[in-house]
């Protein structure tokens, strides 16, 4: 493996090559598989997880890290072709990424949507243009239309609670939230479920339905797995034996880059909060999932989260294991 980016780059017997190597790290710790490696991590957004959970696992295989975060104690960085650099950036990445890969052995990067054009966002124009210019093993720490890595560790924690893949059902349920939000997160857990082969629904409000391009991406996915993709506005009907509910807010669509239009079509949708009554008609000991940061009692209600039924704490932990397997595979090789 050369690069992490997307999911879906991957054969899903990479995929199972990796969560493999995730479990046996977990059990079986390796101290010195990365000894003297670095590995640099660029974050032009905030993050606890990613960056807390690469810095444990490289330090965990025995190799370091450095952070950067543009603008915060490093020059503003300028990610747009083509501009005239009168404004507050005064490094482009073009310079930046390669001089910052030449210090480590590995990159990653975390890059979200402009949020202002849906076309350059589905096309994941920004990060793609700074893949371009790395020459060394890269990481997508969430881009504008893609978490891989919030991906795997959703996988892995589903296959530690035994959670079916062929027959399983997995619910992806748009959430209240009070700002609108990317498309990352909700695309990379809908293509990842399908990729597992497991009964996906989406289910949204009207004017929230995924781009075609997501639902497009994830129905190829199921094609490969013996899956299957579809979505609906009727929580019971979803819900109806459902094995994990995924919650999770995204911005709709046709209102991309038009916050007054969006909100008022977000007014009206508070009670798509998920509760305790929303498992009703779901299967016996039905899992929520959440990438977290989340909003309490927003998003999912505390006695959903502080319940038997939430795992986002393993989701989290996971984040850690399935990264060791992926640097371990970019830096050190092997594998399927
Ligand atoms: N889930 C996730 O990526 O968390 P952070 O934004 O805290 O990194």
Same mark, same amino acid.
């Given at each position: 493996?050369?690069?992490?980016?997307?999911?879906?780059?991957?054969?899903?017997?990479?995929?199972?090559?990796?969560?493999?190597?995730?479990?046996?790290?977990?059990?079986?710790?390796?101290?010195?598989?990365?000894?003297?490696?670095?590995?640099?991590?660029?974050?032009?957004?905030?993050?606890?997880?990613?960056?807390?959970?690469?810095?444990?696992?490289?330090?965990?295989?025995?190799?370091?890290?450095?952070?950067?975060?543009?603008?915060?104690?490093?020059?503003?960085?300028?990610?747009?072709?083509?501009?005239?650099?009168?404004?507050?950036?005064?490094?482009?990445?073009?310079?930046?990424?390669?001089?910052?890969?030449?210090?480590?052995?590995?990159?990653?990067?975390?890059?979200?949507?402009?949020?202002?054009?849906?076309?350059?966002?589905?096309?994941?124009?920004?990060?793609?243009?700074?893949?371009?210019?790395?020459?060394?093993?890269?990481?997508?720490?969430?881009?504008?239309?893609?978490?891989?890595?919030?991906?795997?560790?959703?996988?892995?924690?589903?296959?530690?609670?035994?959670?079916?893949?062929?027959?399983?059902?997995?619910?992806?349920?748009?959430?209240?939230?009070?700002?609108? #939000? $990317?498309? =990352? !997160?909700?695309?990379? *857990?809908?293509?990842? %479920?399908?990729?597992? /082969?497991?009964? @996906?629904?989406?289910?949204?409000?009207?004017?929230?339905? #995924? $781009?075609? =391009? !997501?639902?497009?991406? *994830?129905?190829?996915? %199921?094609?490969?797995? /013996?899956?299957? @993709?579809?979505?609906?506005?009727?929580?019971?009907?979803?819900?109806?034996? =459902?094995?994990?509910?995924? *919650?999770?807010?995204?911005?709709?669509?046709?209102?991309?880059?038009?916050?007054?239009?969006?909100?008022?079509?977000?007014?009206?949708?508070?009670?798509?909060?998920?509760?305790?009554?929303?498992?009703?008609?779901?299967?016996?000991?039905?899992?929520?999932?959440?990438?977290?940061?989340?909003?309490?009692?927003?998003?999912?209600?505390?006695?959903?989260?502080?319940?038997?039924?939430?795992?986002?704490?393993?989701?989290?932990?996971?984040?850690?294991?399935?990264?060791?397997?992926?640097?371990?595979?970019?830096?050190?090789?092997?594998?399927?």
């Amino acid at each position: 493996m050369k690069r992490f980016l997307y999911l879906s780059d991957l054969e899903r017997e990479e995929v199972r090559d990796l969560l493999a190597l995730a479990s046996r790290l977990e059990r079986q710790p390796d101290r010195d598989a990365l000894g003297g490696k670095i590995l640099a991590l660029v974050f032009f957004n905030p993050s606890l997880r990613t960056l807390a959970s690469f810095q444990a696992g490289m330090a965990r295989l025995g190799g370091s890290s450095f952070v950067i975060s543009p603008g915060q104690g490093s020059w503003q960085l300028e990610t747009r072709s083509g501009v005239v650099m009168d404004g507050a950036a005064a490094e482009h990445v073009r310079e930046a990424i390669p001089v910052l890969a030449s210090y480590g052995d590995a990159l990653g990067i975390r890059s979200f949507a402009s949020g202002t054009d849906l076309a350059a966002d589905l096309a994941d124009e920004t990060f793609r243009a700074m893949a371009e210019v790395c020459p060394v093993p890269l990481i997508n720490l969430e881009s504008a239309i893609d978490h891989p890595c919030q991906a795997l560790a959703d996988w892995k924690t589903m296959d530690d609670l035994d959670i079916p893949t062929r027959g399983g059902k997995f619910v992806l349920s748009w959430a209240w939230h009070p700002k609108a #939000l $990317p498309l =990352a !997160v909700p695309a990379a *857990a809908v293509h990842m %479920a399908a990729y597992r /082969g497991m009964d @996906v629904t989406v289910l949204r409000p009207e004017g929230f339905q #995924l $781009p075609p =391009a !997501v639902m497009d991406r *994830a129905r190829r996915a %199921a094609v490969l797995s /013996g899956g299957s @993709v579809r979505e609906t506005a009727d929580r019971e009907e979803a819900m109806a034996g =459902a094995h994990v509910v995924y *919650a999770k807010s995204w911005t709709a669509p046709a209102h991309y880059g038009d916050p007054t239009a969006e909100s008022a079509l977000r007014a009206g949708l508070r009670d798509w909060c998920v509760g305790e009554d929303w498992f009703a008609p779901a299967a016996p000991g039905a899992r929520f999932m959440h990438c977290l940061p989340v909003r309490r009692n927003v998003v999912v209600r505390d006695e959903v989260l502080d319940g038997p039924r939430s795992v986002v704490v393993r989701e989290a932990e996971n984040r850690m294991w399935t990264q060791m397997a992926v640097l371990y595979r970019l830096l050190k090789g092997g594998g399927a």
